[in-house]
């Protein structure tokens, strides 16, 4: 299932007192960190801002919001109203650890519903064509929903900027977008979605998730993560070091 990757990144990051976007690890940006990541499962990955000119020296492809100052559902729809495919797959721009087993979580539910129901229009048409025309209103219509949304939920809470959207949620988006009702629970409330929790996929462990949902909104929240990370590469130096003396003996 082709899919394109969207991440939201049209926040002001006031908590934080600059750009988290463009806060760096290990000398590459949040944002391009990210990008890499989803580029992984989506050929095309979009960033939506306020200002299109702001990521021109990183070489990603941006798009401004249609609704600015309207908060992150303004970001879902100016995405998914960007991309050409029927499914988009998106990641807040301070969501620095999430993994592509998290992402290959979350499409895998739209990816299997979407070869069901494939399978089970062709069933359908096969079965009309062997009967009359007069009969095939005695053929059951489906009454399933069609699936337009999977979200991560992580002990009990979940997260609309981790999450998979059908191109068919744009007009309920611009609906609520122009009656000023920008509460995303709200929205998700009146959509068809499957919550995708944590640990029912078996690529992607419990960790994984509770890195992936982890987002930075205060300047202690960027330090801590720093600090985590310099310590994550001062054992895996001392590890080589070790390994490298044991080759020597």
């Not at 069609?146 to 991560?152: D, K, P, R």
């Not at 029912?200 to 909104?217: I, R, T, Y």
Request: proline share 4%; hydrophobic share 40%.
């Amino acid at each position: 299932m082709e899919v394109t990757g969207i991440i939201v990144a049209g926040g002001r990051s006031s908590r934080m007192g600059q750009n988290k976007a463009l806060l760096q690890f290990e000398g590459v940006t949040i944002l391009e960190r990210i990008a890499a990541v989803l580029g992984k499962v989506a050929r095309r990955v979009i960033v939506v801002t306020r200002d299109t000119q702001q990521y021109r020296e990183l070489g990603l492809e941006t798009t401004a919001d249609l609704y600015p100052g309207l908060g992150p559902l303004s970001g879902i729809h100016a995405g998914l109203s960007a991309s050409k495919t029927e499914w988009g797959i998106v990641v807040a721009c301070d969501m620095p650890f999430v993994q592509p087993e998290i992402l290959q979580a979350l499409l895998s539910h739209a990816t299997n519903w979407t070869a069901a129901q494939k399978v089970a229009s062709e069933q359908k048409h096969a079965q009309r064509e062997q009967v009359p025309f007069y009969e095939n209103d005695l053929f059951p219509q489906s009454t399933q929903p069609a699936l337009q949304a999977v979200i991560a939920s992580v002990d009990g809470r979940i997260h609309p900027l981790l999450g998979v959207y059908h191109r068919s949620v744009l007009p309920s988006a611009e609906q609520c977008l122009r009656s000023g009702s920008l509460r995303l629970i709200d929205w998700l409330n009146s959509l068809n979605v499957h919550y995708e929790r944590a640990g029912e996929w078996p690529g992607a462990s419990l960790d994984m998730w509770k890195q992936a949902v982890f987002n930075m909104n205060y300047p202690q929240d960027y330090q801590l993560i720093v600090k985590q990370l310099e310590c994550t590469e001062d054992v895996s130096r001392q590890k080589g070091i070790v390994e490298d003396e044991r080759e020597d003996m």
